[in-house]
């Protein structure tokens, strides 16, 4: 007795939640790839942490940290990851020479 192509097909993906859960764990494995790709990325040459930050200014931690607060009104320019804060080098220099802040680079 011959089934139909209709009835192959059907009888073939008898449970179509196998091919849904199947598809779906290729998505997550794919995203955990890619996830893991990004966090191995080198840090840009123009990132600094906070140490870097006050050496850069030749401030102590303290005044960097102070001047990164909301309620400071000429905070320093950084973002936040997770806890830990990110200057840019770029970013702390143009906010140095907008107040007219000399400093030795080296």
Same mark, same amino acid.
């Given at each position: 007795?011959?089934?139909?192509?209709?009835?192959? #097909?059907?009888?073939?993906?008898?449970?179509?939640?196998?091919?849904?859960?199947?598809?779906? +764990?290729?998505?997550?494995?794919?995203?955990?790839? %890619?996830?893991? +790709?990004?966090?191995?990325?080198?840090?840009?040459? +123009?990132?600094? +942490?906070?140490?870097?930050?006050?050496?850069?200014?030749?401030?102590?931690?303290?005044?960097?940290?102070?001047?990164?607060?909301?309620?400071?009104?000429?905070?320093?320019?950084?973002? %936040?990851?997770?806890?830990?804060?990110?200057?840019?080098?770029? #970013?702390?220099?143009?906010?140095?020479? %907008?107040?007219?802040?000399?400093?030795?680079?080296?």
């Amino acid at each position: 007795m011959n089934a139909n192509p209709f009835e192959e #097909q059907f009888f073939k993906n008898a449970n179509p939640f196998e091919e849904l859960n199947s598809k779906l +764990d290729k998505i997550l494995e794919l995203t955990e790839m %890619k996830q893991e +790709d990004q966090v191995k990325e080198e840090p840009l040459d +123009d990132e600094m +942490d906070v140490e870097e930050c006050a050496r850069l200014l030749q401030r102590s931690l303290s005044w960097v940290y102070s001047h990164t607060k909301s309620t400071c009104p000429d905070r320093l320019p950084h973002r %936040k990851f997770g806890l830990q804060l990110i200057f840019s080098r770029k #970013q702390i220099i143009e906010w140095m020479q %907008k107040r007219n802040i000399i400093i030795n680079v080296q």
